[in-house]
Structures are given as structure tokens and as C-alpha cells.
């Protein structure tokens, strides 16, 4: 491929401006097509956090690798407290534990900055645009209608509470998930985010509600809805003819915690890469992220099989695991452990979430 080839995206998200970005750098003509009429707008004002535990480097600077600037709001978090609703465990950890942006359209969310750095490089974006995922080059459209595995409802609002991320592990509160305060300079999101059932959602999240009111005394005034549905899959298709896969559009998540942006960004770049390099993208792919995968399904299946209500326990476990950002690491990394696990967690896996659930 020549220098100066057409490129054709879709979905400008993070991972399909991540690519475009890389591509218009290398100098090739780059065109995005965006079904919704402007960056950001799957999102309504969600923050949500870039995690820093999956690698030995610090995700900012990975991000500079990848030729992608921080132009968007983005707060560092190292304190976070994990909670079964009786008991709380206080975690002070030795490195941001992850960077939280706010997602949407509004002015310094991530998708606007991504989008300014796209238009900068030279990228050409069409918004309410579509068309046939073979026609493109890169897809890159987020998660797969036909397949959701998690859904997250929440609200955003102000407070005067101080900066704060706190988390609940609880069955009731948040269904094989897990619920969320988050305040970064007087703006909360308050979510519960659970696994399969969905039917849950609604009483999970006002029971979280009002156990963060209570507990923080909370005003909440003028809260706006967000919240939204992901995407998983344990059988990752990485390439389809000439069209690459990307993000959550290839199913690229973190099965236990439901993270993605981490993984979207990266797999932009490679796929980019792929096409600066003449590479193939699914052996770049599959090499970066086959271990993780596979960690991914196993903690998923240990941590739906503790038992419902033994959640101090779990606070315990993860205490001990958590003393260190790089000890989280290793959970996955597809250790001993979890490699004897596997094939029960895949099989379990398969069979609870083959099926469209919404
Ligand atoms: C409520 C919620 C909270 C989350 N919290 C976190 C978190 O805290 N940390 C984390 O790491 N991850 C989180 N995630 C997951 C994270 O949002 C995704 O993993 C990430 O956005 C995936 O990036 P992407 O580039 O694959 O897709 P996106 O960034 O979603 O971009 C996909 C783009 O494609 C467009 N599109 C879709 N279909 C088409 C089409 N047919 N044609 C053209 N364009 C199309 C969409 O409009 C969108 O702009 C959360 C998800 C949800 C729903």
C-alpha cells in the first residue's frame, strides 16, 4: 500500500481517531464516518476512568507513544475506597490507579479532544454517516448490538462533596458488578454498572442511590441520566477480508471490570500500524492481548462464583491484593492460577453469555 492510500474508518470513537490520527500522521488520507452527529454523543456526560493497572507503564505515557496527546480533562486517582455497604476497605496505592475523563460532546471531554487532535492531523470526519462494515479499512464502531453483556445506569449531577472515587461490591447493589461514586471538582457520576441480568439494573441503581445519599448526605439536584450497554466476546474476530476490528467493535474488553478505553486506544494504534507497517493486525493483536483475554474470562468466572453476600471476604482478598498497582498486574498477566482455571471459566463463560440479553 502506497504512502498516500485512502483510508476508510468507522465509528470516530476512541480507538477509530486513535487509528485515523496514527494514519494522517504517517500521511495517509484518512476519512472517518461517524453515524451520530458529533464525537461523544453514545455518552451524555459519563466519567469514566482510563485504567493504569494492566501494564508495567503508566498509561499517560502511553498515550504519547501512540502519538495521542492529553488535551481533555483527565484526573489522576490513587486513593479509592471499596465498600460491601457495611464495611469500608481504604486503598492508597503507589501510582495513579487510573485517570478519569468525562465522556460526551461537552467541551473537555476525551471524544472532543480526540476529535481536535483527528481535524488537526488532517483526518476528515463525516458525521451521520454509514456504511458497510467490509467497505472499510478499520471498523471501529463500539459494542455489537446483537451481543450485550453489561449495562450501566447512572446520573450525573454538582456537588460540593470533595474529590472522590468509591466503589460498592454487592450483589444487591450492583449484579455481578459493581456500583460508583465518582466526584472530580464538584461533578459526581453516581452509576451501577451489572452483568447478564440487566433486569436488575434499575433496582440495583436505586439502591445505590440511596445508600450513597445517605451515607455522604447527598444533594442530588438537576441530575441528568447516562449510563449505556458494552460489549464482550470470548471468540474475538480480529480481521474480516480487508476490514480490521477495533475496541469494543472486536469485543476488546476487560471481562471482570468492563474497561475498554485502555484497550480501544491501543488497538487503534495497532491497527494503524498494521497498515503504516504492512503488517498483519490480528497477529499484532492477538500477541498484545491473547493473555489478557484469557485472564479477563477467568477473573470473571472467580469472581461471579464468590458467594452471594461473602463480600467482606472479597474486601479481604482484595486488600491483600492491593497493595501495590503493580500486584493488580498480575492478575493479568494469565498466570499458573488462572491457566488451570481456564477451561471451566470459558466453558462457564461461553454458555452465560452466547446469548443476546437485551
Ligand atoms: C456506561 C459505561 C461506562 C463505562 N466506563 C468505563 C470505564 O470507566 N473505563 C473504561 O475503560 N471503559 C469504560 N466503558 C467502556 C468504554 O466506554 C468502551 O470500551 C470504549 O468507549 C470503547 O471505545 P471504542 O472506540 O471501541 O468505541 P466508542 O468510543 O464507543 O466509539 C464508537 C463510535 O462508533 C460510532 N458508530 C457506531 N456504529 C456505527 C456505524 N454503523 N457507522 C458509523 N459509526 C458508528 C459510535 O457512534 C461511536 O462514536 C464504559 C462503558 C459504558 C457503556
Not at 494514519?23 to 459519563?46: I, M, P, T
Not at 463525516?126 to 478499520?138: H, L, Q, R, T, V
Not at 498486574?329 to 471459566?345: E, I, T, V
Request: proline share 1%; hydrophobic share 35%; with cysteine.
Amino acid at each position: 500500500m502506497s504512502q498516500k492510500s485512502n483510508i476508510k474508518v468507522l465509528g470516530a470513537g476512541i480507538s477509530g481517531l486513535t487509528a485515523a490520527i496514527n494514519l494522517a500522521k504517517s500521511g495517509y488520507n484518512v476519512e472517518v464516518f461517524e453515524k451520530r452527529a458529533d464525537c461523544g454523543q453514545r455518552f451524555h456526560g459519563d466519567m469514566q476512568g482510563i485504567e493504569n493497572w494492566t501494564k508495567k507503564n503508566d498509561v499517560i505515557q502511553e498515550l504519547k507513544e501512540m502519538n495521542i496527546e492529553t488535551n481533555f480533562d483527565c484526573t489522576p486517582f490513587s486513593n479509592v475506597t471499596v465498600t460491601n455497604t457495611k464495611i469500608d476497605e481504604k486503598f492508597d496505592f503507589d501510582r495513579p490507579l487510573f485517570y478519569l475523563v468525562k465522556r460526551g460532546d461537552s467541551q473537555n471531554s476525551l471524544d472532543q479532544g480526540l476529535k481536535k487532535q483527528a481535524l488537526s492531523a488532517g483526518v476528515k470526519i463525516y458525521f451521520n454517516s454509514i456504511f458497510k462494515p467490509d467497505e472499510a479499512d478499520i471498523v471501529a464502531t463500539g459494542p455489537n448490538p446483537a451481543r450485550l453483556t453489561v449495562a450501566d445506569k447512572g446520573i450525573i449531577f454538582k456537588t460540593k462533596m470533595a474529590n472522590t472515587a468509591i466503589a460498592i461490591v454487592n450483589d444487591e447493589f450492583a449484579h455481578k458488578g459493581y456500583s460508583y461514586l465518582l466526584v472530580v471538582d464538584g461533578y459526581a457520576c453516581l452509576c451501577s454498572c451489572v452483568f447478564n441480568e440487566t433486569e436488575t439494573l434499575t433496582d440495583c441503581f436505586n439502591k445505590t442511590k440511596t445508600y450513597f445519599v445517605k451515607k455522604y448526605n447527598l444533594e442530588i439536584t438537576n441530575a441528568k441520566s447516562v449510563g449505556g450497554v458494552g460489549y464482550f466476546t470470548i471468540n474475538n474476530v480480529w480481521q474480516k477480508e480487508k476490514s480490521r476490528y477495533v475496541g469494543e467493535a472486536a469485543g476488546l474488553q476487560d471481562f471482570l471490570a468492563g474497561f475498554g478505553m485502555r484497550t480501544a486506544f491501543r488497538s487503534g494504534y495497532l491497527a494503524a500500524k498494521s497498515i503504516i507497517d504492512n503488517c498483519n493486525y490480528s497477529d499484532l493483536v492477538e500477541k498484545e492481548y491473547r493473555k489478557y483475554l484469557k485472564a479477563g474470562i477467568v477473573n470473571r468466572y472467580l469472581w461471579e462464583h464468590i458467594k452471594i453476600g461473602d463480600h467482606l471476604r472479597t474486601i479481604k482478598g482484595i486488600s491483600i491484593l492491593f497493595h501495590s498497582v503493580n500486584n493488580l498486574r498480575s492478575a493479568y498477566n494469565f498466570n499458573l492460577g488462572q491457566r488451570f482455571k481456564y477451561r471451566k471459566a470459558f466453558d462457564y463463560i461461553d454458555k452465560k453469555y452466547s446469548t443476546r440479553i437485551t
